[in-house]
């Protein structure tokens, strides 16, 4: 007996119970790392062409690292679809921006079966949160 109470089996795993549903809930984000605003869920990431990482160099000699994803719904598409200098063989692209700051996040790929988010990996940060 402690405090005056017994103890009692059910209420431990009751407990042990909810902790595991609580640890359940746990989530991985990656957020824009200029402003902090929620871009997509870890579980969005999708290999495209048997990969999820790629590294590309624009024309003026600038450097990506892209991650590939399913959705980022914190992004907001910006600019009418070009095929121009696409990096993604079939795939339209366009801007995609965090829809909080307006930062550059990467691109936005459309093609007549299919569409993802290839996002700059270096302007994302993971953040994990619980309910």
């Known amino acids: 007996m402690l405090l005056g109470l017994e103890y009692n089996e059910e209420i431990e795993i009751e407990i042990e119970t909810e902790h595991a549903l609580y640890l359940k809930t746990e989530e991985n984000f990656l957020v824009c790392k200029k402003c902090g605003h929620r871009i997509t869920r870890m579980e969005n990431m999708i290999l495209v062409d048997g990969q999820f990482k790629y590294m590309f160099t624009n024309l003026s000699g600038i450097s990506y690292t892209l991650g590939c994803f399913s959705e980022a719904d914190g992004c ?4 009418i679809p070009s095929v121009e200098f696409s990096w993604f063989d079939g795939f ?6 965090c829809s909080s700051c307006s930062q550059h996040l990467g691109w936005y790929y ?4 299919e569409s993802f988010f290839g996002l700059i990996l270096d302007r ?3 953040k994990i949160t619980t309910h």
């Not at 907001?76 to 600019?79: A, P, Q, S």
């Open 110 to 113: 459309i093609s007549s079966r």
């Open 92 to 97: 339209r692209w366009c801007f995609a921006l």
């Open 124 to 126: 994302l940060i993971e």
């Open 76 to 79: 907001l598409e910006y600019g």
